[in-house]
């Protein structure tokens, strides 16, 4: 055993200087985005509303951004666009945020011209495949990219650190944005800020859909929903995120193996998870992690919150080849 303890959220800011540490990530979010706006004078910002956790962070960052520029949050244009996966909760939550926080709101549903691309490229409808879902996951992003020509904006990237580590996005869909504030914030942290911006920067209604933000499970809602209720849940595809996070920051932190990446969780996770579980997610992370370097060297720019991040400009100059094996071995 180690004799120092070892956190089992090495991402998240605890302790007595929490909330400071939460403050300054997202200052560095906000004056990021802020910087970008003010760079290439553009005054409306375009971003995809699904009621889940990231999108709500981004839009939330998107409106501090706003105000801290002294621009009209009406120049924030939201847009939810349901889909064959879209639950009944995730959407009731999406309309209520655009709404208490003021911004320009729009829906456009995607099911009508996904299918209408079904038929297009001989897609059968009934078979759920990843073709089924990355078609949904396209159609969305060309929504964006397209009113946002249409207003005069960008679009503003909602997918974070954690989904770029396992590759869990579709290439030239939820991958692609103009600016993404998120880009280095990991799935573990995401919950704190959502927390700490809608308790500190907004008013009560904010603060009540957040609470029911946070405590929705995470799902991709791509899959056909089941009597108003998400079919997919991604910690059951991947796995939980606080293991895959706890990965990321020792691997891209120390350079730690998987040895020493196995024996840290065991300590930090002893009695949460077993050793099982903690083998076989650990297989996962390391063999999507090699696999999705593809992804990775062509993201959007987006600010460095933390001490790592994917960035291929900055902090992970891999090749888009390179084999894991041996390192795994």
Excluded at 39 to 49: M, S
Excluded at 55 to 62: D, E, K
Excluded at 105 to 110: F, N, R
Aim: glycine content about 10%.
């Amino acid at each position: 055993p180690l004799l120092r303890p070892m956190p089992p959220l090495p991402f998240v800011p605890g302790g007595s200087q929490g909330d400071e540490n939460l403050e300054e990530i997202v200052r560095i979010q906000c004056t990021g985005l802020m910087t970008r706006l003010a760079a290439i004078g553009c005054k409306h910002l375009v971003v995809g509303v699904s009621g889940g956790l990231d999108s709500t962070l981004a839009l939330l960052v998107g409106v501090r951004a706003f105000d801290g520029l002294g621009l009209p949050r009406t120049g924030v244009h939201a847009i939810t666009m349901p889909g064959m996966g879209t639950g009944t909760r995730t959407k009731t939550n999406a309309d209520r945020l655009m709404e208490v926080l003021g911004v320009s709101a729009l829906e456009i549903g995607i099911e009508k011209a996904v299918k209408q691309h079904f038929a297009d490229i001989g897609q059968d409808e009934n078979t759920h495949d990843v073709t089924y879902e990355n078609c949904q996951a396209r159609e969305r992003t060309q929504i964006l990219m397209d009113y946002a020509n249409k207003v005069g904006g960008i679009v503003l990237g909602t997918g974070d650190m954690s989904e770029g580590a396992l590759g869990f996005s579709t290439y030239n869909g939820d991958h692609m944005s103009m600016y993404n504030v998120n880009a280095s914030v990991p799935k573990t942290l995401v919950k704190s800020l959502v927390r700490y911006l809608s308790e500190h920067d907004f008013e009560g209604a904010v603060r009540d859909v957040c609470r029911d933000v946070i405590d929705t499970p995470i799902s991709p809602e791509l899959l056909p929903v089941k009597d108003g209720e998400l079919a997919q849940r991604t910690e059951d595809i991947l796995g939980d995120y606080a293991l895959h996070d706890f990965f990321l920051y020792h691997m891209l932190d120390s350079g730690s193996g998987p040895d020493r990446l196995r024996a840290f969780a065991r300590q930090a996770f002893a009695g949460v998870y077993d050793d099982a579980k903690i083998d076989a997610q650990l297989a996962t992370f390391l063999r999507r992690f090699f696999q999705q370097q593809f992804k990775r060297n062509c993201v959007p720019d987006g600010p460095k919150v933390g001490s790592i991040s994917l960035s291929p400009r900055g902090d992970l100059r891999m090749p888009s080849d390179m084999s894991g094996a041996l390192w795994r071995s």
